[in-house]
């Protein structure tokens, strides 16, 4: 099974700063990851896959990047509907289909 | 437009049954791995089980192999998950997903509103 591992576990940012999220897997998963954003109460939502391809209707402002085992999702100009949960999760080597266990994005 | 809408959640004591549906449209249902994935409360998220596009394929997280079974009715847009032995553990709110055609494609890019499952005594 491939371990997804993501880090900070919270991170706190400022409105209008960027925010850098980090995602590792336990052997390489060449570009087979995607992202989710989650709001309280909500289902998640897909934001990036293929490692940096966007969904359809995610702004620009969110970005993906990294291949392997070392990922990083990019928020700039954080806006006030951002602030949320973030997940990866890997595709190359399933079952299982593996998540991250998130990071939380808090207002500063 | 694509939805996804779960049922069949609900309280229910440890070691008993229950089906969830999960009620797709607005795409070739047919041509998509479905899926569905779990969340405790206040905790991350965890797949549980995927079906190919014909319902031939199936695949289970280790923990409820023998105890899921995921089917699908292609003539009727929706994707099944049968849940037996229920154990608390088993507790969370269960999400229907949308991947793509092919494994490779195992994204998700359409989530249902989930359906909250409460295995208690």
């Known amino acids: 099974e491939i371990v997804m591992t993501q880090s900070p576990a919270t991170l706190s940012v400022s409105p209008g700063e960027r925010a850098t999220l980090s995602c590792r897997a336990s052997q390489s998963v060449a570009d087979h990851l995607a992202w989710y954003q989650q709001k309280p109460g909500q289902a998640p939502r897909l934001l990036i896959y293929?490692?940096?391809t966007r969904a359809t209707g995610i702004p620009a402002r969110f970005s993906g990047s990294g291949s392997g085992t070392e990922f990083t999702l990019s928020i700039s100009s954080l806006q006030s509907e951002d602030f949320a949960l973030y997940y990866c999760q890997q595709y190359y080597n399933w079952p299982p289909l593996t998540f991250g266990g998130g990071t939380k994005v808090e207002i500063k | 437009e694509v939805q996804l809408m779960e049922s069949g959640g609900k309280l229910i004591q440890p070691g008993g049954s229950l089906r969830l549906s999960c009620a797709a449209s607005g795409f070739t249902f047919s041509n998509y791995i479905m899926t569905w994935v779990r969340q405790a409360p206040g905790k991350g998220l965890e797949w549980v089980s995927s079906?190919?596009?014909?319902?031939?394929?199936?695949y289970y997280i280790d923990s409820v192999k023998g105890r899921f079974t995921v089917t699908r009715d292609n003539s009727r847009n929706t994707v099944y998950l049968q849940m037996n032995t229920l154990r608390a553990e088993d507790t969370a709110l269960y999400y229907c997903?949308?991947?793509?055609?092919?494994?490779?494609?195992?994204?998700?890019?359409?989530w249902g509103q989930g359906t909250l499952v409460t295995v208690s005594s």
């Open positions: 079906i190919s596009g014909t319902g031939i394929s199936t």
């Open positions: 997903a949308k991947l793509g055609r092919r494994p490779t494609e195992g994204w998700m890019d359409m």
């Open positions: 293929a490692a940096s």
